[in-house]
T-cell receptor, first 114, second 110 residues
């Protein structure tokens, strides 16, 4: 059973460019959340997708957008990249149900903006 | 105030020591609680869930105190391989998303 997979694992972009990161959730999971983790910090919630819609959003600008496909996979898009967007981007999948819900993480995409 | 607060450490302990981490959370509606372990430049991995009655998994014991809104992780007989950052995670059902602490760094030394 494949866990959460993310691609690419590493990426270098220049300021002003756009980037798309991809995530395939763990089998049986229907909810995908994206997190940004800066060096030395805990993961910060960007947004969550469920049933192909953005259900929740953290405190991130509109430059950050996403999508969820019918097979539950998801993309994170970041436009007009800034140096401060350099971070590890983590995708977490979970199963939507009341109460208890573990999240499983992909290995992350390390984005460097130069 | 942050949703989840942890002492960043680092905690530097010798092999065989017992070490405890605490974490406080602000949302009283928080329903599920977890400890994740994160190795350097890797993704977080679930270490254990935290139940109201407390739970133990080998050398690791997790406790929850809802009245005081904190959770703890106790590691007994520390191993070199326990060196990592430990993230406290809460899941308030009314927000339906995970809140992470900034992590507590543990260094176990020979």
């Amino acid at each position: 059973d494949a866990g959460v997979t993310q691609s690419p694992t590493h990426l270098i972009k220049t300021r002003g460019q756009q980037v798309t990161l991809r995530c395939s959730p763990k089998s049986g999971h229907d909810t995908v959340s994206w997190y940004q983790q800066a060096l030395g910090q805990g993961p910060q919630f960007i947004f969550q997708y469920y049933e192909e819609e953005e259900r929740q959003r953290g405190n991130f600008p509109d430059r950050f957008s996403g999508h969820q496909f019918p097979n539950y996979s998801s993309e994170l898009n970041v436009n007009a990249l800034l140096l401060g967007d350099s971070a590890l981007y983590l995708c977490a999948s979970s199963f939507d149900r009341a109460g208890y819900s573990e999240a499983f993480f992909g290995q992350g995409t390390r984005l460097t903006v130069v | 105030r942050k949703e989840v607060e942890q002492d960043p450490g680092p905690f530097n302990v010798p092999e065989g020591a017992t070490v405890a981490f605490n974490c406080t959370y602000s949302n009283s509606a928080s329903q599920s609680f977890f400890w994740y372990r994160q190795d350097c430049r890797k993704e977080p991995k679930l270490l254990m869930s935290v139940y109201s009655s407390g739970n133990e998994d080998g050398r690791f014991t997790a406790q929850l105190n809802r009245a005081s809104q904190y959770i703890s992780l106790l590691i007994r007989d520390s191993k070199l391989s326990d060196s990592a950052t430990y993230l406290c995670v809460v899941f308030p059902y009314n927000f339906n998303k995970f809140y992470f602490g900034s992590g507590t760094k543990l260094n176990v030394k020979p």
